[in-house]
């Protein structure tokens, strides 16, 4: 079983990784708070099916998306206070059109 969890978190580990590689999505710089804005992108990816985590990282918050629970992240927007503003840098590699995804993003930036 922890074999299981290990190789469970080093696919996590390596997906997103492969994320942060790649150029974002979208950039989104605001005056809300990065605790604010994680809540709303919480609050509003929730409501779609994808399993959804929320992690600590240095200087920020990053709420990571997979397929199911299992699975590598397949999207994911980190966020960070920088100066007087928030920065949130969305990535993705989802099969299919992500667009709802990244607004929110954006909306919750306003």
Known sequence: MACVISMTLLSGCSSVAKLRDSTPTAVYIGSNSAEDVASC????WSTKPLHMTTAQMIGGISIQLQQNADGPIVALVDIKPVGANTTAKYYSQL?????WYFEQVKHCMM
């Open 41 to 44: 992108v919480s609050s509003a």
């Open 95 to 99: 099969p299919y059109d992500d667009t």
